[in-house]
Each structure stands twice: as C-alpha cells, then as structure tokens.
C-alpha cells in the first residue's frame, strides 16, 4: 500500500514539476511537394492555417509546420521544453505508423520529434532573444493513406529539484521492484525512499512552500543514499552507451533512413550540451556519408563530437550486413569501405564488428574479422533462437580455418519478451536484468548496455540520461557508467586472460528467420549475377591493365558501384523482409550495380580483344575462373559449338574457320526418357525423374521405389514473422506440382540434349529444361516460373541412394558439415539452413551435389536433399515473390565425396559463364591467341579474386584452400615477371614482402580454408 501511495504521489509530483506552461492550438502549414530538408521559403509560399483536432496526413509527404512564439518574462534565460504533438494519442499503435518530424528553432536544428520523443529540451542560447521561430519538417510515413489529429504543441519550464526528485525517487522505486522483499538494501531504500516521500507538502501546488518541500526531499534522499555507499562495494558493473539502431531500410525505404539520420543524430546532439557525461555510439558509415552528402552542417557536428570523445563512429562495415547470403568477398568489402571511410573521415581504427540484428553468423566470419584488421565481435540476435538456447555470453568463437576471435553477446533483457535486445531501455530492471541474464559471471563482471530507441532511430530520451544519474546513486543495482563500445571490448579482453573462456568452435546458427534464406527471390538472384559481374570486371580490367600499358584501371567508376551494392547487403534488405517500396528501389540500384560492371567489362574485353593477333575473323573466349575448363558456346541460333582447355584466368581464340561441331554420339531424347555418356533418365507421366541410373559408376542414384525433381509446395503461415520464418511444421501440409500440361524435345545433338516439362499449379505455371551434357556430368534444370500464389514454399526434392549422417554445404571461402539426422534438438533446429553455390550428401565412395546458380536456402534429412525454390510471404510485402523468376539448379551425382570430384569446379561454371567476343582479323595485334594471367600448383586453391589495390599500381590477388588441406610451398605463377610482391591482411594492409621464385612466381603456405592476400607488382 505505501509503495502504491508513492507511486500516486510521484505522478502528482511529476505533473506539478512544470512550473508555467502555455499551449499552442493554433499552427501554419504546408505540403512539400519538394521535401526540402531546411526551411527556407520564400515569401511566395501559400501557408494555411489548422487548429487542434483538425486532420492532416498522407502516404509519404513531407508538411511544413511553423509558429512565431515571443516568451513571456518568465520563461525568458531558463531551459525550454517544447512538447510536440503533431498527432492524437492513440491514433495510431506501432511505430511506423507514426510522424517523424525534425523541429528546427530560430534557423537551428533542435531535435526529431517522433513517438518516444515528443519533448524537446531548447537551451537558453536558441531562445535568447525571447522569440521563437519553431519550424516543425514532418514526414507521414508510408502505412496506407494515413490521416493524424493535431493534438497541439505546449511549451514550459520544469522546476529543477521537482524534476530530480521525480526521478531519483521513481528510479527507488522501480529498484524495490527488482530486489528481494528481504534483502536487506530494499528494507533501508524503501524506509529513505518512504521518509522523503513524506516531507512533501502537497497543501499548496505550486507555491514557493511546495516547491522548498520537494528540494528538502530531494536533498534528504541525497544524503541518506550516500549513506548506502557501503553496499555498492564489490558489485558488478554495467557500462552504458547511447545508441540507436536505424535499420538502412525496412518498414521504410533507403531515402527515408538518411532522414531517420537526421532526426536521431539531432536528438543525441541536443542531449549532449543538457548531459556533458552522455555518450553515443553509431555503426554504419554508409549513414555518416549519406549524412555528410545530405546535411554537411550536422555532419561536421557530429566529427566534433567524434573527436572529443563522446560519439563513437564503430562497428567496422559499411553497413550491418547480412551474413548468410552475401558472398565471402562482400563480407570482406564491408569492412574495407566501412574501415577505410572510419580512418579518413574520422582517424578511427574501428576493432568491433557490431551485427546486433544479423538472421545467424556464417563460420567464415572470425577468419574475415580477424584478417581485416578486427578482433571483437557483438550480437544480441543469437538469443531469440526458437528452440536452444545458446550456452555462453562470452566466448572464443573459433572459425571454419581455426582463427578466434573474441565474441559477447549483450544480455540486455526486453520487458516483453525472452530475448535480449539491443534497443535497451536505461532503467532498474535492465541494469539489473543484464547481470542476471549473462551466464559467464564466473570470468567477467562488466557488461556492456546500450540504451536507446531503435529499429526506425529515435535514440536515447532525456528521461533515459535523467535515469543514469538516479540509477548510479542507488545500491542494491551493478555499478553504471557510461563508457565505449571499443574501450569495452578492450577491457574484456584483458579480463578474461588466464580464465576458462569457453569456445565455440561452430557457425552461429540462427534457430529463427529461416526463410530469409529465400524470400524475394529476385533479390537473391540480382545479388548473385552481381557477385559474378564484379568478380569478372575487376579480374578483366586487371587483366587489361596488365596487359596494355596505357589502359586506365576504373576504379571510381567500380567502387560506386560496390559502394551501392554493399548497402544492398543491409540485413533486411538481402534477406527479403522490408516492404513492398525497398524492393522497388533495389531493383533499381541493381539495375545501376550491373550496367556499371557490364559497361567495365565491355569496355575491357573489347580493348584486350582488338590487340590480339588473329590472321582471320574469330571469337575470344575469356574465361574469369581459375580452372581450365571446355565450354559450349552458341554460335548462331540453335548451333553450338564446345571450346575445349579454355585457359584459367585467361582466354583463347578460336577462329571463325574452325568454328565446326565435333562429333560424338548424340545425346538420346524422348519425352520421357534422356541418355547421354554418364546417365539414363527415366520420367513418370507427371514428368518427375522415376530412375536416374548412373553409367559411369553403375549404380542407382535415387531411392528405390522414390521420383527425384519432385516439385513440392507446403503452406507456409509462420506464427509471427512471415517473410523471415518458416514453420517447424511445414512439412505437415505438402502438395505436389504434378499437373504436367506440355513435354516437348528441344534439342538432342552430341553437345547437349533438352527435355522441357512444363506444369500447372492453381495460378501458377512452371516450365523447366532438364539439360545434359556430353562434357560435363551436371544435370541441369533450367526453369521458368510465372508464380502467383500466395504463402507457400516451393522446394525442389531428390530422395538420393546415399547413407550418411552428414551433409556438406558451400559457404562462404570453404564449406561446413551440418547433421543430417534429428537426434538432437539442434539437429532438429536445423530443418533449413543457408549454403551458397552447393550441397552435398555423399556416402564413402559416391555422392550427389545439388548445385544452383541463385538459391541459398537447402533441407537434407536422411537421405532426402531439397532445395528452396520460392517462399511468397504477404508481409511486409504483400506482392513479395509473386511474378516471373528464372533460375538453374542443377544435379551432379559423382564418384566418391565431393572433394574426389569436381563440385567446386562446377559449382563456379555454373555460375560464371563464358565471355565471348567477336574479333576481327588482326595481324598487326601483339597478344597472343592463348594466355592464362595466373595459375596455381594446388587445384584445392582457389583463386577468388583479382582487383587493382586500393592505393596504388599493384595488383591484389586473393585466394583461399577450398577443400580442409595443408600446404606448405603452395606456388603461384604469373603470365610475366614481378618486380616484388607482397603478402596482406585482407583489406590490403600490413603488407610483408616475400620472395619471387623465377622472377615470374613466389610460393606460399596455406592452412585449411585459410584465405590469403597478395600484392603484385609488375
């Protein structure tokens, strides 16, 4: 009863804390059909007038509000608080569907104004004058064609003691909520906290001798607390930072982010001249050169705060990325332009990697920290896993090459839910809840909490920063000062030497949001044919530039596009889980990614192509990957030609004369039934494959008595987030596509024999070409899709005539064996999982690899492996994935594991097709009809990229061992003589010089998976 007596008078006590006041019912307005970003408006501008209650709104606009206000005496030389309410409470009910404003003071920026900040503190310098110039920029966001009831502005003066006592005295409160009854710290709070209480004279609000009581409290409090010192001894430590989680785009495209910006980091700025001891901290440096390009006044504010030390500029990539889908090199191209725009803007060595909402953390990625320059990494997102909770806070994370890294989890508990969060609120039960949550306490007692509304910006409020300076006074809580992410991560480290750390030597699996995998299938495909056309641009300007003395490398033109594409990556946006509107722009950037890397590889391929030397009209066939490989090429419609011992990283000429099929046994095509050198193909009359029969190895490649290309459909309603989750009981509700409409021969030549099959489902139709080769074992399935259905995954399923309990998958710079079987709950977790180019099911002697050239997301239990086609959710995006797709996913049994065969191999010609050129006949050209730029002793190797530095002339080649092998003086050699060369951390630091052998080569050691860089001078 007596702490619900406080709790009722500290209401009264907050209500009476503003000592004048007077509303604003009256504002002019406007709509900015030009969304300016300031308001400077010439006198020609048409404002209106609207009143409290009256309606204003839209889908995506931008108003103009504004009001003159003169002070009255008594509110002139004190600290303003300016109360906005640009909507009614309870118009609306989840964040996005509220106004986001920016309120300008005077021809200064003050603050954004948006649910959780609606009070604005505006200092005595903006309002020294005694006049008020309030600009209110509001944006009504994109639910629909939303309407808002003005609710009016208010503005007033605080009595300082009465906001002081308000919050030391809640703050009490709030932490006898979270101590036990019977500790003996909640007994003495509660009997100070119960005294002060009582020393407030509520006879007269208002009057001098109310307001003396509240100070008299407030002081009594102060002092008894002091006298609590003791029992703050030997407890744990909280370190806190402000921080903001702005998603790059989500429920908002990218265009609305770089305002978000806007708005946040003006909030931060305004707390910081009220809070000296308040500190920030913000990743992402695409945001800062948004914010540098949009609003270079903000900008420079923001580096002073940089440097005083009170912003912290950290996380290390150029965006939070995705890590499951983006490709290896990707990941390592974030913390190159996310690194080097940290050192040049700011002189910041940033050494944490800050992925707090990432969907699951790819085993590559300690090795990628680790050699670019970092050493820590952070999450929060782990914790949400759906069934196993993840054992440890604190960790060595050991990756798939054996590199640690030293890996925290932060514990911050959510009100409302079981999972920790990184948009922490800064109050008792946190402070409190953090501790006891983490489960290393044996080796650490610092934690680390950031407080601060997120996911759509916001911030930090001033109530949170007038909670430290209660919170850091109370006993019975972990000692709380503000700090440093980096500092933090500092210190852990040396904390935690000579103790047991545990270590997780695994990926970080993430039991939740599995069909991120696959939701907007476009953008996975877009994302993967540009992973492909700039590997290719960069390796053939290189080429070009090695070649042709005065050839200009395009750089800047390059890195504008990588700048686009790594934005891209942004884990809602790769992994399909924004709206409707993100995915229109990104179709539009990836159009710009690709016509900038298309236009750079023309560009190459035809200087490189015109000085060869050709005594008669040919074709170049440029070959970007790092095998030496025989490929088909079409010649003319419908004629096909096969370029044998294609050279590596090179090209070869093949003249027009020579342009003549070789014979072989044509390949046999019916309708239901193909046979070719490797395989006999059987089809049922729904056209699913009834035997596949392997002639090579004779043996039976799927089950006995089982189809395989089995098209399957499951109803796909997950409990809460439909474009992230898959239900773990999918499988219950399966149909198949078996409504075959057309069988037709296409083709059945010596090269190449195509068998198309094309079905019906409901409102949907599915064309495939089954396609087999005389040259290579891959069993192709070219498909077309006109998708209209809503809310169903559709996989792809093989039930293959394999025993093992393990399978492999393709990630990023190596791969990983994950169960297959349910034995555990983590094998059970684990029905989805993401791989990248391939998976594998292979017994002792044989295996099958399933391959694609734009699918991540792969299931394989016992023997059945299937691939994930499409996923259509209807949220956040209710058209997502329904239209036209085109995509390969191809079969290749082989003899023995995947390392005995040539999976990689095909894995990547799959992938990156043959460039072809026409060329004239040359006599004069000083190139030579074959070369190969760079080979490798070691086919495990792999060469993965070739690009020009970053910083000089020298060219960067990376490479990474593919299949688990040691090797010591693994030899690389050159189509020329180097001058010098150099080995780097992967961002192209630290370089060590080492020796050339020959004057054209240099030998290497290399561990498993382990990724390489060099540096060549020519």
Known sequence: MTKKKIQNGLKEVKKLSVKESFEIDTLEYFEDEEKRFKPQFSEQFSWKTIKVGERWGGYDKIYWFRKTVQLPNDFKGEKLFLKINLEKDGDLDVVPNYPESLLFVNDKFIQGIDKYHKEAIISSEVAEDGKLEIYIRSWTGLKGDLSYTLAGLELYIIDEYSQKYYFLAKNILNTLEELDENNIVNIKLFDILNNSYNKINFIKPKSDEYYNSIKDSYNYLRTELEKLDNFKLDTPKVVLTGHSHIDMAWLWRIKHTREKAQRTFSTVLNLMKEYPEYTFMHSSPALYKFLKDDYPELYEKVKEKIKEGRWEATGGMWVESDSNISPGEFLIRQILFGKRFLKEEFGIDSKVIWLPDAFGYTYSLPQIIKKSGMKYFATTKISWNEINRFPYDT??????????????????????????????????????????????????????????????????????????????????????????????????????????????????????????????AFIKRENRKSEVAYHNAEFLNSLAKSLLRDFEYPQKSLNEGWELLLLNQFHDILPGSSIREVYEDARKDYKKIKEIANKEIEKAVSIISKVIKTDEDSVVVFNTLPFERNELIEIEEGKNLLIKNIPPLGYKVVKKSKLDK?????????????????????????????????????????????????????????????????????????????????????????????????????????????????????????????WKEKQLLLKAAFPVNIRSTKATYNIQFGNIERSATNNTSWDIAQFEVPAQKWADLSEGNYGVSLLNDSKYGYDIKGNLMRITLLKSPIEPDE????????????????????????????????????????????????????????????????IETIKKSEDDDSIVIRVYESEGNRKNGAEIIFFKEIKKAYETNLIEEEPKEINIINKNSFKFDITPYEIKTFKVCF
């Open 395 to 520: 960790f060595w994370w050991k990756g798939l090459d054996g590199t640690k890294i030293l890996a925290h989890f932060i514990t911050t508990p959510d009100e409302h839910n079981y999972f920790y969060t990184y948009n922490g609120m800064l109050e008792p039960f946190t402070v409190k809840g953090i501790w006891d949550n983490y489960k290393q306490k044996d080796i650490n007692e610092e934690l680390l909490l950031v407080y601060g509304w997120g996911d759509g910006g916001g911030g930090p409020t001033y109530e949170m920063l007038e909670n430290y300076r209660a919170i850091k006074d109370i006993p019975g809580l972990p000692t709380v000062e503000t700090g440093k992410v980096e500092d933090y991560f500092d210190r852990l480290e040396k904390r935690i030497v000579g103790k047991n750390v545990p270590l997780w030597d695994n990926e970080l699996y993430f039991e939740l949001h599995r069909g991120t995998y696959t939701s907007q």
């Open 662 to 786: 070789e014979q072989e046994e044509n390949i046999i095509v019916k309708e239901n039934y193909i046979e070719n050198k490797y395989y006999t193909i059987e089809f049922n009359e729904v056209g699913q494959i009834k035997r596949l029969y392997d002639k090579e190895n004779k043996r039976e490649v799927l089950e006995d008595g089982k189809f395989g290309n089995v098209l399957q459909t499951f109803e796909d309603k997950p409990y809460f987030f439909d474009a992230w989750d898959i239900s773990p009981y999918f499988k219950e509700k399966m149909k198949e596509v078996n409504e075959l409409i057309e069988v037709k021969v296409l083709e059945s030549s010596s090269l190449k024999g195509v068998l198309k099959f094309k079905w019906r489902f409901y409102d949907s139709t599915i064309e495939q070409k089954v396609i087999v080769y005389n040259h290579s074992r891959r069993i192709d399935f070219e498909t077309h899709i006109d």
């Open 879 to 942: 058209t997502a994935d329904r239209g036209e797709h085109t995509f390969t996913y191809s079969l290749l049994p082989h003899f023995g594991t995947w390392r005995d065969s040539e999976v990689m191999k095909e894995s990547y010609q799959l992938n990156y097709p043959i460039i072809v050129k026409k060329s004239q006949k040359n006599s004069e050209g000083k190139l030579p009809n074959r070369f190969s730029f760079a080979i490798i002793d070691d086919p495990s190797i792999i």
